[in-house]
């Protein structure tokens, strides 16, 4: 990817690549704290957001009691600073920010040592506070970015691989995090059987319905789109994804015949 704006070259996708891996904070694989031209003054990530309250329809019907609490879209602002060589330079350094600020729901990313936390993201206020005597810095850019999910997640998943089982699988899945996550569920089918597929979490059951399987057809339980599909096309199931939460797990995975299998999670953060 390569940017050119008033005939200058701003950036070239390799170098681009290799600062996004390295960055502290970046925001759609864009490095917003180079240590050169863009640095990091403060973050407010840590923070906890506004959390919704589900409470009984009546005051005294349970004694002003609580039933449940929501997590909403979670506000992170960050705040920079920026310096160029020259107001020209500065001028177009602000553009590219703008411009890569501008994708929506895109990887929000913030390093703390060794550790990247994920959120999917959207930049819904970008302020240069910028005066006359700016000419080629900027002491206190404010970026308010929303985040869709409202807990961070790891970078990567964890991943369990099941290797030709046949019929019931049962295990534990030791959850250590404190927000709660979902799994994905693939599985290849090895052997042809009219059969109906299904699992359970926390002994909640999620299942689709009788049909007939082939060697090689994959089945996917898809936490994220909410969607059950078999060789891509989405098929019906009953019951309702439920997630993994702190501690212990039990997991089991019904087929007659012999299948593979890999579940997938991501670590989720508070």
């Excluded at 009691?65 to 107001?87: A, C, D, G, K």
């Excluded at 890569?100 to 240069?128: G, H, N, Y």
Aim: glycine share 0%; aromatic share 22%.
């Amino acid at each position: 990817m390569t940017t050119i704006i008033n005939g200058r070259l701003l950036w070239k996708w390799e170098n681009a690549q290799i600062m996004a891996w390295n960055a502290t904070f970046s925001f759609n694989w864009y490095n917003l704290a180079n240590w050169i031209t863009t640095r990091v003054i403060s973050c407010n990530s840590d923070d906890l957001w506004k959390i919704d309250f589900e409470t009984f329809n009546y005051a005294m019907q349970d004694w002003w009691w609580v039933l449940w609490r929501y997590f909403r879209t979670h506000t992170i602002n960050i705040w920079i600073s920026i310096s160029e060589e020259t107001h020209e330079k500065l001028l177009a350094l602000m553009d590219e920010i703008k411009y890569q600020c501008s994708a929506l729901q895109a990887p929000l990313r913030i390093k703390s040592w060794d550790v990247v936390r994920e959120w999917i993201a959207t930049c819904t206020s970008l302020k240069f506070n910028r005066v006359s005597y700016n000419v080629n810095r900027l002491w206190n850019v404010q970026l308010t970015f929303q985040a869709t999910n409202p807990h961070s997640h790891s970078l990567k998943p964890l991943s369990l691989n099941i290797t030709s089982q046949t019929w019931l699988y049962k295990y534990s899945i030791w959850y250590l995090w404190r927000a709660t996550s979902y799994f994905t569920l693939s599985l290849a089918i090895e052997t042809n059987w009219t059969y109906s597929i299904y699992y359970k979490i926390n002994w909640f059951k999620v299942q689709i319905a009788s049909r007939t399987y082939h060697a090689w057809d994959i089945v996917k339980f898809d936490w994220t789109t909410k969607k059950a599909t078999v060789n891509w096309t989405e098929v019906e199931y009953v019951w309702s994804f439920r997630p993994m939460n702190y501690w212990d797990n039990p997991i089991e995975i019904y087929y007659w015949w012999t299948y593979t299998a890999t579940l997938s999670y991501y670590e989720n953060y508070l």
